[in-house]
């Protein structure tokens, strides 16, 4: 029986590492500006098996009663921000810092290193569990500095129009409202300039997977030897 088990640990363990391959992982960073469709495009990618790192979802955690940035928010804010349910009042918040490079210049420096831990616990799971690529979905890939921890960053395009009335009708936000979040952000023109590959989501959600798909072939989960080289691609 012992030597069963003995045979059974010593599969077990090739097996592992078999599939943790050369141990290293592929981090692809897609980004896009606000309403541009990270989350649909990360949907689909989860569809097809993709292992998913979510930035605005982690940092939504963090905003938890009780957590890190919801006490952090509550003592710089005050109790105006709290809603009757005792959570954070994110839109209120948001209308705040989006309109004053002050307080948006607090909120910065307050949340990102804070997400940023959370983010790299997040990889260092990704990577002990042999995953051969992870997708981080970060809104703020350039702006923070990430794009330096990724291998490519992939940028989900769409015409500024597009974007606004994505927004504003995914949101409701009023013109105005959509059109500060916007302008907090860096300008996408400097954004296409930075990506390695460039997804066009100005069409449908059909067309925005089949130009997924072509990308997600080529990725290291997929054929074997196949290679994380850095292209130019704009799809
Ligand atoms: C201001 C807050 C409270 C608004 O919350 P709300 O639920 O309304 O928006 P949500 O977090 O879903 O963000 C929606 C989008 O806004 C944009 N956005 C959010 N924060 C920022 C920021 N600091 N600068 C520029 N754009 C931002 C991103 O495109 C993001 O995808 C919240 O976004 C926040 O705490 N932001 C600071 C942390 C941060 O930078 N998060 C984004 C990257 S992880
Ligand atoms: N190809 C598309 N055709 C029509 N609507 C789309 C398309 N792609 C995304 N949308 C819609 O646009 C809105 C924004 O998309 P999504 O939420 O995926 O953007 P996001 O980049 O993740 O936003 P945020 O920056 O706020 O996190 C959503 O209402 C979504 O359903």
């Given amino acids: 029986m012992r030597f069963l088990e003995l045979i059974g640990t010593i599969i077990l363990k090739y ?3 078999f599939r943790e391959g050369d141990g290293t992982m592929k981090r692809i960073g897609l980004t896009g500006g606000i309403a541009s469709g990270k989350s649909t495009a990360s949907a689909i990618l989860r569809g097809w098996g993709a292992c998913i790192i979510d930035a605005d979802a982690i940092a939504h955690g963090l905003m938890e009663p009780q957590a890190p940035l919801y006490e952090a928010y509550r003592a710089h804010f005050g109790e105006g ?3 009757p349910d005792g959570q954070l009042n ?3 918040i948001g209308q705040i810092a989006f309109a004053d490079p002050a307080e948006k210049r607090w909120l910065d420096e307050t949340a990102h290193p804070v997400i940023r831990r959370a983010i790299e616990q997040e990889l260092e799971r ?5 995953e051969p690529a992870v997708i981080l979905d970060i809104p703020l890939l350039f702006e923070t500095g990430w794009q330096a921890h990724v291998d490519e ?3 989900i395009d769409v015409p500024e129009p597009l974007q606004l009335a994505r927004l504003q009708s995914r949101n409701g936000y009023s013109r ?4 500060r979040r916007i302008a907090a952000q860096m300008p996408l ?5 930075l990506a390695d590959v460039i997804i066009d989501n100005s069409g449908t959600e059909q067309e ?4 997924l798909h072509v990308l997600w072939q080529k990725q290291p989960h997929q054929a074997a030897g196949s290679n994380s080289r850095k292209e130019e691609t704009h799809i």
């Fill in 15 to 17: 097996a592992l590492i």
């Fill in 81 to 83: 921000v709290i809603l």
């Fill in 90 to 92: 994110r839109r209120r």
């Fill in 126 to 130: 990704a990577e002990a569990a042999g």
């Fill in 153 to 155: 960053s992939w940028l």
């Fill in 176 to 179: 105005e409202e959509a059109t």
């Fill in 189 to 193: 023109s400097e954004k296409r300039r």
């Fill in 208 to 211: 925005l997977m089949e130009r």
